[in-house]
């Protein structure tokens, strides 16, 4: 049986040969052979932790000049990682609002419109995690690297634009829009507290949509870049 120590230096080897830096093929593969001729579990261990020097010291600077679109490839993919990073916390966190606002509204309208904001962020999950980088990209090369390169590019243009942008806006101005028009509602006093909260989203919606479509603009100029002749 595979004691807990192997079994975490295998965990970590994997690890590090999914994650490692383009151009480290051959050195991982050889770290995953030899960790099997390994006897001792906590050798194993600390070879799989000494492999990971591999995240930090590998040199990429010479895959610039010679192979431009795999390094392309691997920098959208730190990018869009960095993205749905952010994206899971920023969702993560509107849904806690929500959830929150949901235990405290007083009416069925407001909590319809609680719904419709944790379901905003359900969906925005679902985007998030259907356009993340396909990682079997690196088994292509020459002009299927070059298209896949540019189908990517495409797939992270359209997320922030059109129907994939639209459609979780839709569902997050609704929620607050619910919400108010419940509160306002059934609590007239508090009319003027709910009309400010609905026009703060405003200046939200005009950053979000210019944001986006900045993005948008930059996956455009960078399709049209990989797509010229050199």
């Known amino acids: 049986m595979t004691s807990v120590r192997r079994s975490l230096a295998l965990r970590i080897l994997n690890a590090v040969v999914r994650f490692a830096p383009l151009g480290a093929g051959e050195w991982c593969e050889a770290m995953s052979r030899e960790i099997h001729f390994i006897e001792s579990d906590w050798a194993a261990l600390s070879w799989a932790l000494g492999g990971t020097r591999i995240l930090f010291t590998h040199n990429e600077a010479h895959l610039a000049g010679s192979c431009p679109i795999p390094w392309s490839m ?5 990018k869009v990682r960095r993205r749905t990073v952010f994206g899971y916390t920023l969702a993560s966190s509107v849904m806690a609002t929500f959830g929150c606002l949901f235990y405290l509204a007083s009416t069925s309208v407001q909590r319809i419109g609680c719904c419709l904001g944790i379901a905003a962020m359900f969906y925005t999950w679902g ?104």
């Open 127 to 230: 985007q998030l995690f259907a356009l993340r980088v396909r990682r079997h990209w690196f088994k292509f090369d020459g002009f299927a690297c070059a298209a896949f390169h540019r189908t990517e590019l495409k797939r992270q243009r359209d997320f922030n634009r059109g129907f994939w942008f639209w459609s979780r806006i839709s569902l997050v101005v609704s929620g607050v829009t619910f919400f108010c028009i419940g509160g306002a509602t059934a609590h007239p006093e508090a009319l003027p507290g709910y009309a400010t909260a609905a026009t703060c989203l405003i200046p939200v919606l005009v950053v979000a949509v210019w944001l986006n479509s900045r993005e948008t603009h930059k996956y455009q100029a960078q399709i049209e870049l990989s797509s010229s002749p050199r």
């Open 74 to 78: 691997e920098e959208l993919a730190r």
